[in-house]
């Protein structure tokens, strides 16, 4: 798979798991590495690096991560160690 970069605090981060725009995945979804959404996540998702939740991303569930980004959709409660982030197309 093709790694695809993210810009973030003046470093970057490697995106090394991404669930695609027609994924549906249900269930509970951990990841130790630097994850995007783009697809639908109903489940709880654990995330020990980066959750970037894209403009197409939604997931019905809990979020835990060092660092949440929204552009999409989130119905559940957000815990993060570092920072959540929630741009102007994000919806929590």
Not at 61 to 76: F, M, P, S, Y
């Amino acid at each position: 798979m093709e790694e695809l970069k993210v810009r973030k605090n003046k470093s970057d981060s490697i995106v090394r798991c991404i669930v695609g725009v027609k994924t549906v995945f249900d269930g509970t979804m951990t990841t130790e590495e630097t994850t995007r959404i783009e697809g639908t996540v109903n489940g709880n998702v654990i995330a020990e690096g980066t959750l970037i939740i894209g403009q197409t991303g939604k997931v019905n569930g809990d979020i835990t991560a060092k660092c949440i980004l929204i552009a999409g959709e989130v119905r559940g409660d957000l815990y993060a160690s570092i920072k959540i982030e929630a741009s102007a197309s994000g919806r929590i």
